[in-house]
Structures are given as C-alpha cells and as structure tokens.
C-alpha cells in the first residue's frame, strides 16, 4: 500500500478540478491518504472527503463529494445555466461568455463598491448551508486521513491551522473567507477565550505544508494545484489583472515553503545537513495550468454545473495521467524538480 499526503489549493470554483483528483485516487485501493492540509475550496473539498470516508468508506467519501459539488452547482439560477450551455461548447468560449455575462457583471460590481459589512447581518456566503450539512462528528474524526485547514488571521496577519476537533464548520468557512465579498469569519480561541477574526487562508498558506512534515506521516506530499504559476498572455483588462494578482498571491506562500524544502534538500544532499535531522519531502503536482489558462476570474465565482463537470472530468484524468507515469515513484523520489521551478 502507497502512502501519501495530499495539499488542496484553494480557487472557488476550481476545487472542482480537485474533486475530480481524489475521485480517481479513492477508487485506487493501492493508495492511501494518510492526511490532508487544505484551503477555501480544497478545506470544502477535504472536509466532505473525511466526512464520507468515516461514514462509509471510499465509497462514501466519493458519494460525499459529488453530493457537495452537486449542491454547489445548484446555487445558480437554472435559467442562467440554460442560456450558458447554449452559449457554445469549449470551455475557453464558456469561460469568455461567463465573464461577460449580466451574472458576473453585477457581482463583480458589487464587490468593488460595496463592503461586504454595508449589508449588515443579511449577507451569507451561500456556502454556509453545504458546510453545516456535512456531520462535523466524522470529519474530526481519528480514524481516516489526518485533516489541517488554513485560515488567516485578519488581525495578525499570521496563518492558523486548524486540526482535529478544532476543525469545524465555521473553520471551513472562515478558509474560503474571501475579504471583498463576505464578512471576517470570528472564532473563540477555546485556550485563551479570546474571538479571533478569520480571512480566506490562501493568503498565508494555499495550502500550508508544515503539517504534513510530521515524523508519522510519509515523505510523498502531492500538492493538487489549481491556480496556475505561469499564464502567456499579459492581463490588460482589469478583471484579468486583478485575477492574475490573485493567482501569484495565493500561490506566493505555496512557493516560499517549496524553495525552504529546496533549500534543505541541498544541505543533506551536499552533507551540510546529517540524514534524518530534518525531513526531505517528495513533492509531486496534480495539475492542467493548460486548462486553468483558458478559465478566468468568472468561472471561479460562479459556479456553473456545466463548466464544474468538466473541471471534474479533467481533474480525474490528471490523476489518472500522474499515477499512470509516476507510481513507481512515490516513496522514492520526488517528481518536481525543486531547483528548476525556481531557476
């Protein structure tokens, strides 16, 4: 049996391509998720996974997922689903009709205007209701995959990951916080009594791999990644620059992390380090920068069924890509070269 750790980056309705990953691994029983460090839409993505596995299984872990990204898809109008599927059929094409659709322009022009405290205690992120139906018993749970989701702290500025019985739904919520658009997410700090204010955890950690360094858990850390490190095309509209803005930031904290392990990769590669005096992670990707390129702010917001399905079905057939050419690698090597990412 194959030991690994999974990273979920955050990125709206992108997790759906996540959830098309741990579709493919959980019907792979030679392969077992030992834990989990999850953000925003990967801490949703990790937290019904742990939920269903506890309640049944693989099985139940799947059925769990497609029930909470079914919910997800359902927040539309389906009348405006109706007129986006017969807008056109590429996803490039969706992605471009969505961003210019009546929809999008009235959300993104409410996030630019208004803070989202100027509607008092009437405005709720829509995914609350999803979060609260998940049975928070099983997803603390000690058996199953280890569970750490990211959080940051709006005072502080400082990450918090939340573990084990720490972690419920106003955790998740408080990971897929996004500041322009949903009120700061409070928790009591059950050890001081103190009420801490939550902000989306991409900012500090998309996700945090700290936790996976534990001695207990195995070297293989396979980050799925959702927002892509590199886009050719140069944003010149607004919309686009400030979501090419957002990419670089939530993955600035994924990248600083990676380049320490490179770093102390070099020292016990070179001697400067003795073997065994700290932890030398294998680090994999699960990703389709390809197809995160053709996406664009709108399709992160607005979660559409149809563009969410193909985000599943591209998720899975990267797993199944990776496994394919690099089984016989984990717990063995490492299959992203650290020095050239970041030559």
Request: proline share 5%.
């Amino acid at each position: 049996m194959l030991k690994i750790n999974l990273a979920l980056q955050g990125g709206g309705a992108h997790g759906a391509f996540t959830w098309g990953v741990l579709d493919r691994v959980l019907q792979d029983d030679g392969i077992e998720i030992a834990a989990i460090t999850a953000t925003s839409a990967g801490a949703l993505n990790a937290a019904a996974l742990k939920a269903g596995f506890k309640a049944c299984g693989r099985d139940g872990a799947r059925a769990a997922l497609d029930d909470v990204w079914g919910q997800v898809g359902a927040i539309n109008d389906p009348r405006f689903q109706d007129w986006l599927t017969a807008a056109g059929t590429g996803t490039a094409f969706l992605a471009k009709a969505l961003e210019y659709s009546p929809a999008f322009a009235i959300f993104d022009m409410t996030s630019r205007m208004l803070s989202p405290y100027a509607y008092g205690p009437f405005l709720r992120n829509p995914l609350e209701k999803i979060v609260r139906s998940l049975d928070f018993a099983d997803v603390c749970a000690t058996s199953g995959p280890e569970l750490h989701i990211c959080a940051t702290n709006v005072r502080s500025g400082k990450i918090r990951v939340f573990s084990g019985t720490e972690i419920g739904p106003e955790a998740i919520m408080a990971s897929a916080c996004l500041p322009t658009m949903f009120q700061a997410v409070e928790i009591e700090d059950p050890k001081t009594g103190s009420v801490e204010a939550y902000w989306d955890g991409g900012f500090t950690g998309n996700p945090a791999l700290g936790p996976l360094l534990a001695p207990h858990l195995p070297d293989d850390i396979v980050i799925v990644k959702i927002n892509p490190m590199y886009r050719e095309a140069l944003p010149y509209d607004l919309q686009s620059i400030h979501n090419r803005i957002n990419e670089i930031s939530f993955n600035s904290s994924l990248l600083r992390e990676l380049r320490a392990f490179g770093f102390v990769h070099d020292l016990l590669e070179s001697g400067a380090l003795q073997r065994g005096t700290m932890k030398d992670p294998l680090i994999h990707f699960i990703a389709d920068d390809d197809l995160m390129n053709t996406l664009n702010v709108a399709t992160k917001t607005i979660a559409t069924p149809i563009i969410l399905a193909r985000l599943k079905a591209a998720g899975a057939a990267a797993a199944d890509a990776f496994l394919a050419a690099n089984r016989s690698d984990l717990g063995r090597r490492g299959t992203v070269d650290l020095a050239e990412l970041f030559s």
